[in-house]
């Protein structure tokens, strides 16, 4: 009877103690998404009202001119498309090369398969500015070797190239762990049954890798469309860089018009906040597989 | 749990036709090729020129310099200290404030207290966007005309520099990086905390133990893979801390990062390769946390 009256006691307690938390909790989502908020309430303010009535003035009025300005005045349907050059290429390849050695590593045992895991996970968590004087001149060196500069060097290959160089060591990983647990009789009835090794990857391993590699591509497609620094190092010409190095560029040059500018955040922002919700299982599987991004 | 059937590999090279060995060959190959040429080989250039002066033109044009660079670093450059000031406070703000922040945060997620699911998102949606946005979206908290600056009762006409103001920015360069870095830290611990048995917590619980015992006791210690994975993390995230202050800052040293000095001296004066000394000083300082790490997920290989 005691410990009913004493159970039910502590229930109590605990349950104020969540709701305390919640709400502390609650109060710190809404700073935290704040800023967020308050640069999509910009985006569909003129910039005249702000000028005329003042930040925190009583909205006159609420559009959405400011975004059709921002894709007409901003150029961003041509730079949306530099980022899918990139980015579809990049993770594709990356899933590719990176399913190929997970698969080796896994499936046989040669001596150098750890060292090769090593070479590849610790390439990931690198400094990437220990390669950027190197790549660049290797970029216009090469390009001069084939009587063309821009072979790599301004050229969306090059960017793609770096991207998969760097993230490959990480979809390695995640791939090689996740095969591990893929049971090896599948891989002996499959050798038994006179399978070329490249049929054993293709037909066998490949369709059993579909998770992670769903998981994988959300995510990597998330980094590589948002990174914008080595477009800015690798890319000379602005109208070939992706979006988000463009949106730093237009930063400056629409500096006053924060109005047009924030219409311009929040459209280059919504495509990996909606690859997020949609498909916020494989995001979240993405992480946990490999547990840490380079 | 592994079996010996599951342990065992396929050995025999004799099953091996030549085509098959073609084709391993290829698949290891093709890959590792690309990751020696674009990654590692640039990475020891980098070294070997750290030890050079050169203007990163004319490979003829390179001049043997000895340690000249770093001895230029350490003994005449004041900015140096300066940047490993802030990457250290930098480091102490993640690991004490920003990264248990993330982790108690996960906790109470995942004890799914009222709304968890809602605030999980909040807490995410930061990650996904890129630092060119996120310098934007905190321009228009801080700049003249500002949610921050009209708060404080300033208009566009006599508003205050936060980002100049070397008493306060400091403070708000780590506010804006935790706003990304709690999230991060949150949903990889909540993926961690999903493979604790919850039993043992509600037995602690029942025991009398109070939410922070049963935190530190059955969680923390259960939790010991995720914890090195995070605890490298935040080392390495703020060792190579850079784009965020690259965004407001550019290649200025206002707030100058070992990062930023790397690529100053890359884009500016690239005649002595200190930007090469730069880079490798950060790469001897990240070689601990890398080791860590990859003894940590590859425990059971080299065994």
């Not at chain 1, 499936?107 to 660049?136: C, E, Q």
Request: proline share 4%; glycine share 6%.
């Amino acid at each position: 009877m005691t410990t009913i009256v004493r159970d039910k006691k502590y229930r109590d307690k605990q349950k104020r103690k969540d709701n305390f938390i919640s709400v502390f909790i609650g109060f710190f989502a809404i700073v935290w998404i704040f800023p967020i908020l308050w640069t999509i309430w910009t985006s569909l303010r003129p910039y005249n009202d702000i000028i005329s009535y003042g930040v925190f003035s009583w909205p006159r009025h609420l559009n959405l001119d400011n975004y059709f300005n921002a894709f007409r005045q901003m150029g961003l349907t041509r730079y949306f498309l530099n980022t899918l050059y990139v980015t579809v290429p990049a993770v594709l390849l990356t899933l590719f090369l990176g399913s190929l050695i997970a698969f080796v590593v896994s499936r046989y045992s040669f001596k150098f398969n750890l060292s090769l895991l090593l070479l590849f996970t610790a390439g990931n968590m690198l400094p990437i500015v220990l390669t950027y004087i190197p790549v660049f001149w290797l970029y216009i060196k090469i390009g001069d070797l084939f009587g063309n500069r821009s072979l790599l060097y301004n050229n969306y290959l090059g960017i793609v190239l770096v991207h998969v160089a760097f993230q490959v060591g990480f979809a390695t990983f995640v791939l090689s762990s996740y095969m591990k647990t893929v049971p090896k009789e599948i891989s002996e009835s499959a050798i038994v049954d006179g399978a070329s090794v490249f049929r054993h990857y293709w037909n066998v391993m490949l369709p059993l890798l579909r998770p992670p590699l769903a998981a994988l591509g959300v995510l990597m497609s998330c980094w590589i469309y948002n990174d914008f620094f080595w477009a800015l190092i690798l890319m000379s010409q602005d109208s070939k860089r992706p979006v988000t190095s463009a949106l730093r560029q237009l930063q400056g040059e629409y500096v006053t018009d924060f109005n047009l500018l924030a219409a311009g955040a929040v459209i280059v922002a919504a495509p990996t906040v909606i690859l997020f919700f949609v498909l916020r299982k494989q995001f979240v599987s993405g992480l946990t597989l490999g547990s840490t991004k380079g | 749990m592994k079996t010996a059937a599951a342990n065992k590999k396929i050995r025999s090279r004799r099953t091996l036709s030549k085509n098959d060995r073609f084709t391993l060959a290829a698949f290891i190959g093709i890959p590792t090729l690309m990751q020696i040429i674009f990654l590692w080989l640039p990475a020891l250039i980098t070294i070997v020129l750290s030890f050079t002066y050169w203007n990163g033109i004319n490979v003829g044009d390179i001049k043997w310099a000895g340690i000249a660079n770093y001895k230029n670093i350490f003994f005449g450059t004041p900015v140096f200290y300066e940047a490993l000031k802030n990457n250290a406070i930098w480091l102490l703000w993640f690991t004490f404030i920003a990264t248990p922040l993330g982790i108690l945060l996960a906790y109470q997620i995942d004890r799914k207290i009222k709304g968890h699911k809602l605030y999980e998102t909040v807490f995410y949606i930061p990650v996904v966007l890129s630092l060119a946005i996120i310098g934007i979206i905190w321009n228009f908290m801080f700049q003249p005309g500002g949610f921050i600056q009209g708060i404080m009762g300033r208009d566009i006409g006599n508003a205050i520099s936060i980002w100049g103001n070397y008493d306060i920015n400091t403070y708000v360069i780590m506010g804006v990086a935790s706003w990304r870095h709690i999230g991060y830290i949150m949903l990889l611990y909540l993926a961690g905390l999903k493979s604790v048995d919850s039993s043992l917590r509600e037995a602690s619980a029942i025991d009398g133990a109070t939410e922070w015992q049963t935190f530190r006791k059955i969680v923390l210690p259960a939790m010991r893979p995720v914890n090195i994975i995070i605890v490298v993390i935040t080392i390495i995230e703020s060792l190579r801390a850079f784009d965020l202050v690259y965004i407001i800052y550019g290649t200025s040293t206002a707030w100058p990062l070992l990062n930023i000095l790397v690529f100053q001296n890359f884009a500016g004066q690239g005649i002595s390769m200190k930007g090469a000394a730069y880079a490798v000083i950060l790469l001897v300082l990240c070689v601990g946390p890398i080791l860590l790490y990859l003894r940590a997920v590859f425990k059971e290989d080299l065994k």
